[in-house]
């Protein structure tokens, strides 16, 4: 009997040309660590009386589908899920490429994305996926991955593929190793960790409908968020927080002039810390920052993938 495995599956992902059918082709099989993306329906458990102690059968609830998927931060395929989070890009050169993606956008484009276990078989196409979140962490060392957070408005299942024939983009990853981070501009040191969170704050459409599914996901707000953890070696960041200055911050990773994933912040604020001694090694300063709309560019965050790739 033939068992499914992690090793096994298989994604294809493609961009609906209606929300919430999957296209007949132009799928592209992506690179992913794991996912948790799928449809379900839970049960409502009796409430009657009359029958007994014993309760009568449950009743269907409405179907919920979203996940969330954690994927590499490479050259190429990442392309697509800023695509998603931010809209089309700006494409500009001949060689390299460079997509600029911008904040601010009011439409969002839907994917179909297909997870394959062929043992089974079980093929399940979520259709109507939208990127809600992009979280990623930047560290000394380990694994550089994206969690993308999607909400999707339904799962199909099938005995065989519906992707057709997918094709694939070259995987490139960049490494924590390739990274730098810059406040305005400058080289910004004794930071240990950083975290980014944009969210596009998606509002389910919940209407009423034969097949329980949403109607839709609208954006609404937007956000950007995150972490900065320092070694406490000077006062330039506790000054900007006490002052409520704002500054930029940009992140950069690199494999050389043809293949780079830049990350601007142009308006970020810092709450104001609390710097305690937990013990005899060094102090650390933790700042849950905010970002928002810059007066130039007129836009929260700027993402910048530059590559081969003639189009997303």
């Not at 939208?130 to 299942?157: H, K, N």
């Not at 960041?237 to 601007?264: H, K, V």
Request: proline letters at 5%.
């Amino acid at each position: 009997m033939a068992r499914a495995y992690g090793s096994r599956v298989q994604m294809n992902v493609a961009f609906e040309s209606a929300y919430g059918t999957a296209p007949a082709s132009g799928y592209r099989t992506m690179p992913f660590a794991n996912h948790g993306l799928g449809a379900q329906q839970p049960l409502l458990e009796n409430e009657l009386l009359g029958f007994g102690r014993d309760p009568v059968d449950p009743i269907k609830d409405a179907v919920s589908a979203d996940g969330r998927i954690a994927v590499p931060i490479d050259v190429e395929n990442l392309g697509v899920w800023l695509k998603g989070a931010f809209g089309a890009p700006t494409t500009t050169g001949t060689t390299p490429k460079v997509h600029t993606f911008a904040s601010g956008g009011f439409t969002l484009p839907s994917l179909a994305i297909e997870f394959g276990y062929p043992e089974v078989p079980h093929f399940a196409m979520n259709t109507g996926c939208m990127v809600d979140r992009l979280r990623w962490q930047m560290e000394r060392s380990g694994q550089l991955r994206m969690d993308v957070d999607l909400v999707a408005q339904g799962e199909a299942i099938a005995g065989a593929t519906g992707a057709g024939t997918p094709t694939t983009y070259a995987l490139s990853r960049f490494g924590h190793f390739n990274g730098s981070i810059t406040r305005d501009g400058a080289a910004f040191g004794n930071i240990e960790s950083a975290e980014f969170v944009y969210s596009n704050n998606l509002d389910r459409v919940e209407t009423i409908r034969s097949d329980g599914k949403i109607e839709g996901a609208d954006p609404t707000i937007a956000s950007l968020t995150g972490k900065i953890v320092a070694r406490f070696a000077d006062t330039t960041l506790l000054t900007q927080a006490i002052n409520g200055a704002a500054c930029e911050l940009a992140t950069l990773y690199s494999l050389g002039a043809n293949a780079q994933f830049a990350f601007t912040a142009h308006r970020v604020l810092l709450p104001r810390p609390k710097i305690a001694a937990e013990g005899p090694k060094g102090i650390r300063a933790e700042f849950e920052w905010q970002a928002a709309k810059a007066a130039s560019p007129a836009r929260m965050c700027t993402a910048v993938l530059t590559n081969t790739i003639a189009s997303y």
